[in-house]
Structure formats: structure tokens, C-alpha cells
């Protein structure tokens, strides 16, 4: 069954359509990413699927039923925001019990509810205390007790994590997902960093100017992004887009790099049938950092070498975990990440295996993924 | 630098003097008998200390027809102003709560006319009043007065509430109506006990507001049913026959004594409360 389903949905504020004909279905048990820059309109869609703001158009349905006009405390969801929104004169056990209060419920059940919240993410021993006395860290797991306390059929997530300092936030980024596997809920989470949206979605919604670019699986948003805006928004560092001349000879495709140049780069692509329709003509390519290494590195299992192209080296980055480095191919610009201890000299040619099993190519006016 | 303290210094300490000045002159004629006034002149210190003045005052003093003194009349000010300050202030949290937590159609322009009535001279409302207070029956009564400065007070704890409320997250607000709060749960439960700064300071601006409040109370009551402020008019109506600058002092000082009173005790309130609104 759909837990929520979004079906044709428009907002607009005066002139501005801040969303537009947005459609997603979201399985029961799934943890869904809306992720995309800041002014997208993924935390307008949240809102409305809170019933904290009206759409313009559409439907919402959330366990089957239409919730257009029903208030936000019976559509059975619960929500945790980007600042917690404790009830600040209210010590935690009441505000994890205020939803409940206002509910009606009995007193003792409303103390079972809490006991077993409050076990579950170990809030225990602040039961008594105000919010104002709670690092940022114990507030955000005192929001998701709120949220749980109600076991709804839908969680709303609204950058939870964005508060909390670097160290804590990948805390709790695991802490979430391990209790999404463990209560099995269904997730709706908002986020503008696609660094969570990888690791903890079973389904990223990728958004852009009101728009869904891609609805689909991590490994589907980041092998096959959608388009040059997918391919260059998740990733860190991005994907390398480059112009590139898809060659009309026949036999296996091949991609030009800075055609004519002295220094032009040509891959063979192997497969890429879809590509057929492109050849002879300008492309969009788009390569991920780590497709791109050390001379040497085999990619994957394949027994095949690597194809591997000498490249002037702008600048090295070293992370540490390994080194970044902005190299020229075909006279574009692109990352390369490759081993930690390898430190190639700038402004020197250096020998760079590429993964060209890979590689995206992109119609440089819709923008859309050929293969 | 050491110079330029001095003088500065000095023009301070001359001018607080001469502020004060006023303030001195009431508060030493309370202290001295009417004969020593007479006998004397209206400013000097006194030669011998009484405190017979305030017990006149109190209870004994004759203006315009009776010899009560200004007790009654202080009794009358008291059950204005707390029923008027209580309502005001209550009516106004819960205006600014509902103008600035609950949007709704055409709520900017609701707040504007609240708070036009700030800017409104109290004379301008007169003769509308006339006709509130004629057509409710109210006139010459306390409850007109309660009414009047009720309404008007609502003005400016409106904005005062509403300027305070705007800092309050919306994120609580959108995380009550999910758990299922009401209008009026959401006020009591969440933003009500966050309210004191502000109430402390719309409660002494009302407080003192209407205690010193003139014209509706001159205009509106008569005989026994004035506020101190009014009657104390009587005071100098009594100066043609034969001055009574003691007690006359004292009277004063006694009427001007509640508002005092509520600014020591509140004041520090009163200048934090004004800026909380400020900071998240």
C-alpha cells in the first residue's frame, strides 16, 4: 500500500509557482529523501503534506485516503523540525506527552508511551529537565520522541540534522537510520545535503526549481542521474561535465574531448547503444572524480587494463583519506580523486587511469541523460 | 579629560537637581504644618518635622463638599485600574497572539486600526464616549471608566504583544497543531509561559496609565465616584479660601505613591521586557 501519494500537485504563492505538478508514491516502510538546493521547494512540500500549508492544486494521500482537507492532527503524522520546536516552559516528558494530552489519552498509558520512547532513543534520565537545559544533540532525540511517542503512519523529517555540528550530525544520521530499520516506519526527510540523502534513503526525490528531477534509488540517482543538474548536485566532489563530440564513425561509440586540440581525448565506449541516435554530434559528458585515478588502478572486476591519458595537473588537494586533484582533459577542467600517497607535481603531465564503463553522456540542450 | 568629566558631571548633578526640584519642594511642605507654611513661605525646609499632614489626607481632609479625605477616592482609582490593567492586558496578549501566530486575511489591517488608537488624542474620543457610556448607562460609574480604559488600553498591549510574540518560532506553533493543540490550548500551554517579560511590562504601562489618567475621569464620574486624579482637582479649588499646603502636599505625594511604588518594583522588568522581543 502507499503510505503517501502525491498526485498532481501545484503551489503557487501570488505569481511565484513555487511547486510544480509534483507526483510521487512512497511505499509503506520507505525512508524518501526530498533533497535539492535551498528554494526548491522541498520544505514547502512537506509542509503541505503536514497540512500546515495548502497546495494549489493537487492531491495528497497519505494510507489511502485523501487528506486535502483534513487538519494536520488527524492526518496520524508526525514531525520533527530543522529547530527542534520544543515547547520551551514545558520540562521533555511533557512535551513528549502534549500531543497526547491534547489527545485525550489516559494518564498511565500516556506514561507507558513515554517509558518506552524514552528507553528506546535513552532520554531516560531527562525526562525532568526543560529543553533550555538540553544540548543540541539530547533536543533533537527529545523532537524524534515526540515524533515516535505518536507511532504514525508517516514521519515528516524536516532537516533535523542541520543544527547540530559535523561530529554529532553523522551520529545521528546513523542513530535515524538504524531506527528506521529497527520500528520499520515510513520516512518523508528533507535535507539540502546529498551526503544524507545517500546514505540514508531507500529513495532519493531529487528537486529542483519546484520540480522533481529524479525519483529513484541511490545507486540509480548516482550511476544514472536524470540530468546535468542530478549529476552535478549529488556527489561530492561533483561529477565533471565537460563538452564532448560523440565521433558518427560506426562500430563502437567514441567520445572526443577538446576535438582538434593538440591534446584531445578519446574513449571508447563500450555499450552506450542508447548513444546511437547522438553520433556526430555535440554531447554533454560526465565523469565522477573517482572514475578518474592513479595509473595502475584496475576498476571494478574487470580483467580489462584501464584506459589511461597523460593530463596537466592544475592543483593537488590532500584530504588526507586521499588526493583531490584539478587536472585538465582536453583542455576541461576536472577532479580526480586518486590515492592518498600518490602527490603528482602541478603543472607537470601525469599518467590518470579512466573508468569509462561509467560515463554519463548528457543532450546539451535538454539537458537530459542519453546513456 | 579630567576637566571635561567635571563639567559634565556637574551639568548632570544641576540639571537632576533642578528636575527634582518640583518633587522636594511637595515632599518638604508634606512634612511642614500649614501654619508654618503660612507663616513662612511655600519653599524652605522644615522646622519641625510632622507627619499630622498625611493622616489629614488620608482620611479627614474636606475637598469640595466632604471631609473624607482622599481614601475613598483612592479606593475608587484601585478598583479602576486593576480590573482595567488585568483585561487590557489579557485582551491584548491574546489579540497580538491570534494577529501574529495565526495569519489570516486582512490581519496586517486589523493590527493597523488596533494601533491607530495609540496615535488618537484622548480629547478626539470624548464626545464618542458620551454617547457609549449614555447609550450602556454607564456614565458616572466605574464601570464606564473600566470600560473605556479596557478598549483603549487594548491599542498599545496589542503592540506591545505582537511585537514580542513575532520572535516566538513559527516551528511551535506548526508542532502544536500537529499534536493537536487548539487556538486557545496553543495560547495557554505554549505561549502564555513565555509571555511574563512582556506582561510585566504591559501590566506597569497600563498600571500607571490609567492610575494618572485625567480627562475621562473629570469628564466621566463626578462626586464620589472620581479616581484620586480627578478629586485632587478639588485641591486647588480649596487654595482660594484658605491654603492647606500641608495637606494639599501630602495628598499628592500619597495618590502619586501606587504607580511609583509598581515602577521601583517592576522597573527592571520594564527595561528588559521591552528588549526581549529582541533577541531569539
Avoid at chain 2, 559634565?8 to 548633578?13: E, G, H, N, Q, V
Avoid at chain 2, 501590566?203 to 494618572?212: A, E, R, Y
Amino acid at each position: 500500500m502507499a503510505a503517501l501519494s502525491i498526485r498532481g500537485l501545484s503551489k503557487r504563492f501570488a505569481r511565484l509557482e513555487v511547486l510544480k505538478d509534483i507526483n510521487l508514491d512512497i511505499e509503506s516502510g520507505e525512508f524518501t529523501v526530498l533533497v535539492g538546493p535551498s528554494g526548491c521547494g522541498k520544505s514547502t512540500l512537506l509542509s503541505i503534506v503536514a497540512g500546515l500549508e495548502r497546495a494549489s492544486a493537487g492531491i495528497v494521500e497519505i494510507g489511502g485516503r485523501i487528506v486535502n482537507d483534513i487538519e494536520p492532527k488527524d492526518r496520524d503524522i508526525a514531525m520533527v523540525f530543522q529547530s527542534y520546536a520544543l515547547y520551551p516552559s514545558m520540562s521533555v516528558r511533557q512535551n513528549i506527552t502534549f500531543g497526547m494530552e491534547c489527545r485525550h489519552v489516559p494518564k498511565p498509558e500516556q506514561e507507558a508511551a513515554v517509558a518506552h520512547v524514552a528507553k528506546l532513543l535513552q532520554i531516560e534520565p531527562l525526562l525532568d529537565r526543560r529543553p533550555s537545559q538540553l544540548s543540541g544533540g539530547q533536543r533533537q532525540r527529545v523532537a524524534m520522541g515526540r515524533a515516535l511517542v505518536r507511532d504514525p503512519l508517516l514521519f515528516l523529517f524536516d532537516e533535523p540534522l542541520s543544527n547540530l555540528d559535523a561530529q554529532l550530525r553523522v551520529e545521528m544520521r546513523m542513530e535515524i537510520k538504524r531506527l528506521h530499520q529497527r520500528i520499520g516506519a515510513t520516512i518523508v526527510y528533507v535535507t539540502h545535503d546529498q551526503i544524507e540523502a545517500m546514505t540514508m534513503a531507500t529513495r532519493i526525490a531529487v528537486m529542483y526549481k519546484g520540480e522533481v528531477q529524479q525519483f529513484a534509488d541511490p545507486d540509480t540517482i548516482y550511476r544514472y542521474p536524470a540530468n546535468l543538474f542530478v549529476a552535478r548536485f549529488m556527489g561530492s566532489p561533483p561529477m565533471n561535465t565537460m563538452p564532448a563530440r560523440l565521433l558518427a564513425e560506426d562500430g563502437m561509440p567514441q567520445v572526443v574531448i577538446g576535438a582538434g586540440r593538440p591534446d584531445e581525448v578519446r574513449l571508447r565506449l563500450r555499450g552506450y547503444d542508447a548513444a546511437a541516435a547522438f553520433r556526430g554530434s555535440e554531447v554533454v559528458l560526465g565523469i565522477r572524480p573517482e572514475c578518474i585515478a592513479e595509473s595502475g588502478r584496475v576498476f571494478g572486476d574487470t580483467s580489462e587494463a584501464p584506459i589511461v591519458v597523460n593530463a596537466p595537473v592544475e592543483m593537488i588537494e590532500p584530504t588526507g583519506a586521499e588526493t583531490i586533484v584539478l587536472l585538465r582533459l582536453g583542455g576541461e577542467p576536472a577532479l580526480a580523486r586518486i590515492s592518498p600517497d600518490i602527490r603528482p607535481a602541478t603543472g607537470a603531465l601525469a599518467p590518470f587511469a579512466l573508468d569509462t564503463r561509467r560515463i554519463c553522456l548528457f543532450d546539451p540542450t535538454t539537458e537530459r541523460l542519453i546513456a | 579629560m579630567k576637566w571635561s568629566r567635571i563639567i559634565i558631571y556637574s551639568a548632570l548633578i544641576a540639571l537632576a537637581l533642578l528636575f527634582l526640584m518640583p518633587l522636594g519642594v511637595v515632599l518638604m511642605n508634606s512634612l511642614r504644618s500649614s501654619q508654618e507654611i503660612a507663616a513662612t513661605s511655600m519653599i524652605g525646609w522644615p522646622r519641625q518635622l510632622t507627619f499630622a499632614n498625611y493622616g489629614q489626607a488620608w482620611n479627614q481632609f474636606c475637598m469640595a463638599e466632604h471631609c473624607w479625605g482622599i481614601e475613598p477616592y483612592m479606593l475608587n482609582s484601585f478598583t479602576l485600574v486593576i480590573p482595567a490593567t488585568i483585561l487590557s492586558t489579557m485582551l491584548g496578549a491574546l489579540a497580538g497572539y491570534s494577529i501574529t501566530l495565526w495569519r489570516f486575511r486582512g490581519d496586517q489591517l486589523v493590527f493597523g486600526l488596533v494601533t491607530l488608537g495609540v496615535f488618537l488624542p484622548e480629547q478626539m474620543k470624548l464626545i464618542p464616549w458620551v454617547v457609549v457610556l449614555r447609550d450602556l448607562s454607564l456614565m458616572n460609574t466605574i464601570s464606564g471608566l473600566i470600560l473605556i480604559h479596557t478598549i483603549q488600553g487594548m491599542s498599545f498591549t496589542t503592540l506591545f504583544c505582537r511585537n514580542y510574540y513575532v520572535s516566538i518560532p513559527p516551528d511551535l506553533l506548526k508542532a502544536a497543531k500537529i499534536d493537536g493543540a487548539g487556538f486557545f490550548r496553543i495560547f495557554w500551554r505554549i505561549v502564555l509561559p513565555l509571555s511574563p517579560p512582556i506582561l510585566i511590562v504591559t501590566v506597569i504601562f497600563q498600571f500607571t496609565g490609567i492610575w494618572n489618567e485625567f480627562l475621562y475621569g473629570v469628564t466621566f464620574t463626578s462626586g464620589g465616584q472620581q479616581p484620586v486624579t480627578a478629586a485632587l482637582i478639588s485641591l486647588s479649588a480649596a487654595v482660594t479660601s484658605e491654603p492647606m499646603y500641608g495637606e494639599q502636599s501630602a495628598a499628592v505625594l500619597i495618590a502619586a505613591l501606587p504607580p511609583l511604588l509598581v515602577y521601583l518594583f517592576g522597573g527592571r522588568y520594564f527595561m528588559s521586557g521591552l528588549t526581549a522581543g529582541a533577541v531569539k
